[in-house]
């Protein structure tokens, strides 16, 4: 057993004071400085910019379902005489508070903010779609009817007005300078509730939930009734309008997207002078280009836009685009992603004629192109079904598939035309490889790799000179649309 004296026990206490003494200190005030460090203090921007986030109610009127006319009237009396019950198809009367036919309802509520002193608000499109009446709120409780200026669907933005003076507006930020990893928060009105504010950071930028939009990613707590309302800096301005969120329960989940306040501003500035939208198009279906596609063509990396059909008679035709073709360059900007694409083009002033850069068989080509004006409110063309059956006289099967793993048949000249092709040939059967990528019978093969395919017996001697350790760029006709799909052809065969 050792004996420990107290001198002995304070001495070994002193020296080790006086040792580890300044650096636990150190690691004292390292601590407290980590635990103040990138941590914001809100309480001053939000007492600021909350003056300028409103509360969005609509409502609808109930309306009957019958029509009232004289005739109606007789009959419902005829069927409450004669048989004790109402009308087939009479409006029934108002279930215990339910407003009575003819009053208001509420049909929804969500945010937005005033970007003028003069009372224009922004808003989602979706907070005002199909609203008979929109009441704004100031958190001040002052409540004004609103008038709707424009909404743009496809963008998701609209721009109200109610009738004030001298009100508190948000400075307005630049979107584009935003870097993943900032602190931003959120004003708006989840669930009903007034003037909440959410904090969190910018999780990225330039997310494509659409076609004319790249969102803002946060994981800013949004909730619905927070649509419309404000994404804003530590500067106090607004970088973008809460607009969607990734939910698989109706509720918050971790992300939220926001519209860039740049794009939203664009827009609100024609919605004010002409109450909608005008956008470009050229008239083509595109889609994006795999690492696959871009080495079987030849194009070092995956990048531009993929041509998958081209409309009839629309700008893209009239300046020879074909489907197949892969879009590079518009107006002299890269597209790196198909969805870049229709942004460009739909930010381009219609009848504007513009370069275009496009790769086809192995080599770019310029061109030019004027834009044509998207109709505000056009859907997107359907689809037609495939086109199969026709006279197939001349066709010519293969005894085998080959190493792709597909018979074809000759196009007869009728064929030819009802597709409005110059060339290719029909999928009789496909296995192996070529179903494994989605072929099937019935399918037009028009081009392999860069070269055009003109009949049955042309296209198995190209495919029996493809390299069996690269993969095939096949350009695959089904319906109105032209895809390419890269195949690996068998070694066995």
């Known amino acids: 057993m050792i004996s420990r004296s107290p001198a002995l026990v304070r001495a070994v ?36 910019a909350s003056p300028a986030v409103v509360n969005i109610r609509t409502t609808e009127r109930v309306r009957a379902r019958g029509n009232g006319t004289p005739d109606d009237d ?6 409450r005489r004669f048989f004790g019950v109402p009308m087939p198809g009479a409006p029934t009367p108002p279930r215990r508070g339910q407003p009575p036919q003819g009053e208001e309802q509420s049909r929804g509520v969500g945010s937005g903010f005033i970007i003028s002193q003069d009372g224009y608000v922004m808003t989602n499109a979706h907070v005002v779609a199909d609203a008979e009446t929109i ?22 933005v609209a721009l109200i007005k ?28 989840p669930f009903g509730l007034d003037n909440s504010v959410t904090a969190g950071i910018v999780s990225a930028k330039g997310r494509d939930t659409g076609d004319y939009l790249p969102f803002i990613q946060t994981d800013v707590a949004v909730n619905p009734g927070n649509s419309g309302g404000p994404l804003i800096n530590l500067r106090g301005e607004v970088i973008g309008i809460n607009s969607q969120i990734y939910s698989r329960s109706g509720g918050y989940m971790g992300i939220s997207f926001a519209i860039p306040i740049d794009e939203a501003m664009r827009v609100s500035e024609q919605l004010k002078t002409a109450g909608k939208v005008t956008r470009g198009r050229i008239a083509v279906a595109i889609g994006d280009v795999t690492k696959e596609v871009a080495d079987s063509l030849g194009l070092g990396r995956a990048r531009g836009a993929l041509v998958g059909s081209v ?9 020879g685009i074909e489907a197949g073709d892969i879009i590079l360059k518009f107006n002299g900007r890269d597209i790196e992603k198909a969805s870049d694409l229709p942004r460009m083009v739909g930010d381009t002033k219609p009848g504007t004629r513009v370069p275009l850069q496009l ?53 007869s000249e009728t064929r030819l035309k009802e597709l409005k092709v110059k060339s290719g040939v ?31 017996r042309q296209f198995n001697e190209l495919v029996k000179g493809l390299d069996k ?19 690996r052809p068998s070694q066995a065969r």
Do not use: C
């Not at 009441?135 to 998701?156: N, Q």
């Not at 409309?311 to 300046?319: C, I, L, R, V, Y």
């Not at 350790?469 to 195949?487: C, E, H, I, S, Y």
């Open 74 to 79: 007789e009959m419902a009396e005829f069927f």
């Open 135 to 156: 009441y704004v709120t100031l958190p001040d409780k002052r409540e004004f009817k609103a008038k709707l200026i424009g909404s743009d669907k496809r963008t998701d």
């Open 311 to 319: 409309e009839p008679g629309g700008p893209a035709e009239k300046a």
């Open 13 to 48: 206490v002193m020296t080790a004071m006086l040792v580890l003494g300044p650096a636990m200190s150190e690691l004292g005030h390292a601590q407290a400085a980590a635990s103040n460090y990138n941590l914001p203090d809100f309480t001053d921007l939000v007492e600021k």
């Open 162 to 189: 109610i009738e004030a003076t001298n009100l508190p507006r948000l400075p307005l930020g630049d979107s584009d300078k935003i870097r993943p990893g900032e602190w931003v928060l959120a004003i708006g009105s």
């Open 359 to 411: 790769w086809r068989k192995g080599q770019a080509r310029d061109v030019s192109i004027t834009v044509a004006e998207l109709e505000p409110d056009a859907k997107a063309v359907a689809r037609r079904g495939d086109k199969r059956g026709g006279s197939a006289d001349e066709a010519a099967p293969a005894a085998k598939p080959n190493s792709l793993g597909l018979i074809v048949n000759d196009l």
């Open 469 to 487: 350790n690269k993969m095939a760029a096949v350009f695959v006709r089904r319906g109105d649309a032209t895809q390419v799909l890269t195949l």
């Open 426 to 456: 029909e999928v009789e059967s496909a296995d192996g490889s070529a179903a494994r990528a989605g072929i099937r019978p019935g399918d037009i093969i028009l081009r392999l790799g860069d070269t055009d395919v003109t009949g049955a």
